[in-house]
């Protein structure tokens, strides 16, 4: 029993006073301001870290913007703006100049206007589709449903002047430009189906009429041909072919 009332004593002695306490409360109560300040110890206290001078702002005061290096990829995206801005619109790239089929109608309009070979020499067709369709529709206005000899005289008609001219000029045109000049001036003949709605061309007036506005279809065409072909006091040989294929669709206006 002694041994055991040794050990309890060696066992519970310590060397811990209030004195301790009193100490470990007033070093707790100050870690504890210093915790809630923000500040530390001096003895805690860290050495700043190096800062390479670059990276310090000037005497000035006043702080740089970062600019950032040039990289390809950026000019190539410029360029690529750069580009693309100086397309060319929709309708030039599809061939639809207006002002071009505005100078076309005009020059159709007037015989004795000179033509212009470098805007005539030109594969539009938006014109011509338009004349057909409106040659056809007013045909259809009158009664008469005449659309599939219209386009079927048109391709026959552009394939067989083509043909002649080939032979007639050297340079020679392209398919699409004789069925553009062809069916640009198939304008008058729109004109004369239109009198049609309005009186009968079955008589004396009818038949002058139609005489003429095959002889103005035939001197349009036949002008714009030796302009852009620069066939030069040929016009009655190229205007003779063109006022028989003329011809045939005042067969279909006025009959």
């Known amino acids: 029993m002694s041994n055991l009332g040794q050990f309890d004593s060696d066992f519970y002695q310590s060397n811990y006073t209030i004195d301790n306490q009193e100490l470990s409360s007033e070093d707790s109560n100050a870690y504890g301001h210093l915790y809630v300040s923000g ?25 740089q913007l970062f600019q950032p290096a040039s990289s390809p990829d950026y000019y190539s995206q410029s360029s690529y703006v750069d580009s693309f801005e100086e397309e060319p619109p929709l309708l030039e790239e599809l061939g639809i100049n207006f002002n071009h089929i505005w100078q076309k109608t005009l020059t159709v309009l007037n015989p004795l206007k000179p033509a212009d070979g470098s805007i005539m020499n030109e594969t539009d067709l938006t014109g011509p589709i338009l004349f057909c369709v409106t040659l056809g529709a007013t045909l259809l206005l009158a009664g008469k449903v005449q659309f599939g000899y219209v386009y079927g005289l048109s391709a026959v008609g552009c394939l067989g002047i083509h043909t002649l001219l080939s032979l007639m000029s050297s340079p020679g045109l392209s398919c699409g430009c004789v069925a553009s000049v062809l069916g640009y001036c198939l304008l008058p003949m729109v004109i004369l189906s239109g009198c049609g709605l309005v009186f009968s061309l079955q008589g004396t007036f009818g038949t002058v009429l139609a ?14 041909f030796i302009s852009a072909l620069d066939m030069k006091g040929q016009q009655l040989l190229v205007a003779y072919p063109c006022a028989l294929f003329y011809g045939l669709f005042a067969l279909l206006t006025v009959f």
Do not use: H, Y
């Open 39 to 63: 500040k530390q110890p001096a003895s805690d206290q860290r050495q700043p870290a190096f800062i390479p001078p670059e990276m310090l702002l000037p005497s000035g005061g006043e702080a």
């Open 211 to 224: 005489l003429v506005i095959i002889g103005w279809c035939s001197l349009s065409a036949s002008k714009i």
